[in-house]
């Protein structure tokens, strides 16, 4: 896979993995625990985990490519834990590509 492929699927699953955490906290989990309908918690939940293990599995192959040093790393692998925090590491990403298409 190319390199140019790799940041773009990382770019999608930063993406997902913030739309699965939004369906999941706004929809999913209020039904839930709100009104007892449970139907729509598997199908979001593993939409969620599939786009987790997307991003970090990603975050790991891009790692080079963003010349990302152990403690940046870190700090990308930790805010796949922490919701909506991709949406941060996108922004990042995206600022790069600016900033590296002007030179």
């Keep these: 896979m190319s390199e140019s492929q790799l940041k773009k699927y990382f770019n999608i699953f930063c993406i997902l993995e913030l739309i699965s955490c939004f369906l999941l906290f706004c929809i999913a989990m209020p039904l839930k625990y709100g009104y007892g309908i449970t139907e ?6 593993s939409f969620h985990g599939a786009a987790f293990v997307g991003y970090i599995l990603f975050a790991i192959l891009v790692r080079k490519i963003y010349k990302w040093d152990d ?23 995206k600022n790069f590509e600016e900033n590296v298409s002007e030179d």
């Design 71 to 93: 403690e940046e790393f870190a700090f990308i692998l930790l805010f796949g834990f922490i919701p909506f925090a991709t949406w941060l590491v996108h922004k990042k990403v």
């Design 40 to 45: 729509q918690m598997f199908l979001i939940g």
